[in-house]
């Protein structure tokens, strides 16, 4: 190979590096989602909710989710969104953070929850219902799933409905709301990508 054909060959590898470069950049600059009021019924209720900053995350601050001494405590959550026209979603992680006293001998608590996604940019979740056991005390436990979607179509309203029930055993104790300051939300966060 003489010196035009390596400075000929250096120039578009340079040119195609940089246009990969531009384009994951580009694409890592998804618009916002628009997300409605968060809903809670079923024996909770919303206290607050805040978006996040990168247009794509929801924190949801819940009242009066708590089970104690062997009873359950059940929430419905529904998220109305809009999803940019051009883009569907890909991924949702979903994480609850709240606190957890077991006492000795107790048979401890846990946190079920399930989905279900409405709506074309949504799409269909496809994650099976999911149970968090704990058997010790936590002061501050954290519990993430992740959803991957399958997306009907591009762009459009959608709705996120989480299905989430506390259970406790006697001798135990688990809340998921803001009784505890150190604890207290669902915060949700969806990856978008281009069509």
Do not use: W
Request: proline fraction near 3%; include cysteine.
């Amino acid at each position: 190979m003489n010196f035009k054909q390596v400075s000929a060959l250096l120039c578009v590898s340079t040119v195609l590096s940089m246009n990969v470069i531009v384009s994951k950049a580009l694409a890592q600059e998804a618009p916002s989602i628009q997300f409605g009021n968060a809903i809670g019924s079923g024996g909770c209720s919303i206290e607050d909710q805040l978006a996040g900053s990168d247009g794509r995350t929801l924190s949801i601050i819940l009242k009066d989710m708590s089970a104690k001494n062997g009873k359950r405590q059940r929430c419905l959550l529904r998220v109305d969104t809009i999803i940019p026209s051009g883009f569907h979603v890909q991924d949702v992680q979903i994480l609850y953070q709240g606190s957890t006293e077991v006492s000795s001998g107790s048979g401890g608590a846990n946190l079920s929850r399930s989905y279900i996604f409405t709506g074309g940019a949504l799409g269909v979740s496809k994650a099976t219902p999911t149970t968090t056991k704990f058997t010790s005390s936590e002061p501050l436990f954290q519990a993430q799933d992740n959803l991957t979607v399958a997306s009907a179509s591009c762009g459009g309203q959608g709705q996120l409905g989480i299905n989430m029930i506390a259970q406790s055993s006697p001798g135990s104790f688990i809340v998921v709301d803001t009784a505890d300051i150190n604890a207290g939300d669902v915060k949700l966060h969806i990856d978008i990508a281009p069509c």
